[in-house]
Each structure stands twice: as structure tokens, then as C-alpha cells.
């Protein structure tokens, strides 16, 4: 088996992305730029889009899928009188309102999108139909019907109210697709609509704060200290309980064994008990709080799921 090119580089990198540039492309100059051997992202932005893209190396791959269920906020602006194709504004025109919304009416019909909701996710998606992406059959002019879905948007709130546009801040579940919302409350209020601009401001623990530029990771990178912008693994981990086990245990667990969970009490002071429901994650570290594994509680006992290697 070839080696994988790159040093271990491990942690969490938060990319301000910038528009015009897609998920994918972001992290592959980041992975440059850190000469990192493994790489990936959790939850892919829009190139129209511009926000919060957080990218994990090494061993936070691991954590990747604890992320992706995260709540997530955007800032974002609806143009009203045209529905597109692709829901935002680099799709072409499918139809067109003169009408135009009084902020009154947007504020009027915001409530019956909030909480959890069936929302069918635009055409051009990364939804999978039969094997395939939605935007892929899509772009080759099939017709392309998918279902609504369950999502759960915890808040939309109007905060500018242009002539033929509004902002909206909002803060979703996995899943929510804003372009669709868009879509949706355009219909609601017979105005039509599409997503003009759209900013991520935050994935989970993640913000727009904490955030750096392709550019200044590319500077950092010509003075060797790229590095030092990664933030711990355990950042993505911050919403499940944590654990501090023994040295024995955590050679167990990196062995892929088992260890006992009754009686035991997390680090953020909640019960870790070997009733509680069967799947709970932990994340297990050692005293000194180096990672050890993530587990899942069954009949009494941590079992790991991921388990964290940082040798290679």
C-alpha cells in the first residue's frame, strides 16, 4: 500500500470561506497549505456562499459526524419577484411576481417555518436519488422530484426589510437547506423568492469569530506557522460528555475492549451510568486530557466506536 503523502497533521481548522470558491476546493488549498496527509469537511457551503466551513485533519476526521449534527446559523438575504432553478441567485428564472412583501406580512408568516417542519430540499442538492446527486441529474435536464424531508429550524428572524429584499438570520438542524425556505416563504406570501447572499455564522461550537481567511492561513503558511491556527479535536465534541479514564482503561479502549461504565460521572458533571440509553457517545480522554476514543453505552459498559491514533 503507497504511503499517504503528507505529515500527521491533526485538529480543526474554522475557514472563513469565501464566495466563489466550493467546499471541496477550500479544503484541498487548507490541506495544502498545512501538508496534511488526511482532510475533510462537516457540511458542505454553497460556492455562492460565504461563512463558517469547518475543516478537520488527522484524527478529528473521526469527529467529523458528531458536527454534522450540530445546530448551524446564517445570515442571509431573499430577493423577491423571481423563482430560480437552483433557489439562489446563479440559477436561471423559472418565474416571475410583481408583487412585493410588506415587512408586516414577512414578520405575519415566519411562525408556521419555525420548529420542526417538512421542507423539500431544492433540485440542485446533494440529496441522492437513486444513487445519485439531485444537482447532478439536475444539470443534465432531468426532472427531478424529491420528497419532503424533517427538519428542524429552532429560529428565523427578519432583520432588514429592503425594497425587493429582506435579511434573515436563522438557526437550523441538519439538514435545513436555506435556499428551500426561500423558495417556500416566497410562495407563502405570492412574492417568490430566491437566496441573494447567504453567510454562515456558525456550525456548533464553531463561529464566524474564531474563523480565518484562506488568506491568512496562506501567510501563515509561508512563515511555517500554519499549524499553530489548528484548535483541538475535541472542540467538535463539546455537546456530548466527556469522561476521564485511567490509564489501564484507556489502553483498553484503544485496544478496542470494553470498559465498565456504572456508577461513572463525566467530566461536565453529568451521570454516566450503565442504564442510560443504549447509544449515548462519550468521549473518553485520558487524565492528562489527551484523546482517547469515543464510546457508546451497551449493558453497563463503554464500548468504543472510534477509537484516536495520533502515531501516524
Not at 483541538?232 to 463539546?238: I, S, Y
Request: charged share 25%.
Amino acid at each position: 500500500m503507497a504511503k499517504r503523502k503528507g505529515d500527521p497533521v491533526h485538529g480543526w481548522l474554522v475557514l472563513n470561506k469565501p464566495p466563489g470558491v466550493t467546499s471541496t476546493k477550500a479544503l484541498a488549498i487548507a490541506r495544502r497549505l498545512l501538508n496534511a496527509n488526511k482532510a475533510g469537511h462537516a457540511g458542505t457551503l454553497d460556492p455562492l456562499a460565504d461563512g463558517v466551513l469547518p475543516l478537520a485533519f488527522g484524527e478529528a476526521t473521526k469527529t467529523v459526524p458528531y458536527l454534522v449534527e450540530a445546530r448551524k446559523a446564517y445570515r442571509f438575504t431573499v430577493g423577491w419577484g423571481a423563482e430560480t432553478a437552483t433557489d439562489d441567485r446563479e440559477g436561471d428564472v423559472t418565474r416571475r411576481s410583481d408583487l412585493r412583501p410588506a415587512a408586516e406580512a414577512v414578520i405575519r408568516a415566519l411562525p408556521q417555518f419555525i420548529g420542526v417542519i417538512l421542507q423539500t430540499p431544492p433540485a440542485y442538492s446533494a440529496v441522492k436519488v437513486d444513487g445519485e446527486r439531485a444537482y447532478d441529474l439536475a444539470r443534465d435536464g432531468e426532472d427531478v422530484e424529491l420528497q419532503p424531508r424533517r427538519t428542524h429550524i429552532h429560529r428565523v428572524e427578519l432583520v432588514e426589510a429592503g425594497e425587493g429584499h429582506a435579511v434573515f438570520e436563522m438557526t437550523c438542524g441538519k439538514g435545513t437547506y436555506v435556499r428551500a425556505f426561500a423558495r417556500d416563504l416566497g410562495r407563502v406570501l405570492g412574492c417568490l423568492g430566491h437566496v441573494t447572499a447567504l453567510t454562515r455564522l456558525a456550525v456548533g461550537p464553531f463561529s464566524l469569530k474564531s474563523a480565518i481567511s484562506l488568506e491568512m492561513l496562506e501567510e501563515s503558511a509561508k512563515d511555517g506557522a500554519a499549524k499553530r491556527l489548528l484548535m483541538p479535536l475535541a472542540t467538535a465534541l463539546d455537546d456530548i460528555p466527556a469522561l476521564a479514564v485511567t490509564d489501564q482503561e484507556a489502553s483498553s479502549l484503544r485496544l478496542g475492549q470494553a470498559i465498565l461504565a456504572r456508577g461513572r460521572v463525566s467530566l461536565r458533571a453529568e451521570a454516566v451510568e450503565g442504564d442510560a440509553p443504549m447509544g449515548v457517545p462519550v468521549y473518553c480522554r485520558s487524565r492528562g486530557g489527551d484523546p482517547v476514543a469515543i464510546a457508546t453505552f451497551e449493558r453497563g459498559e463503554l464500548r468504543p466506536s472510534r477509537v484516536f491514533n495520533f502515531s501516524h
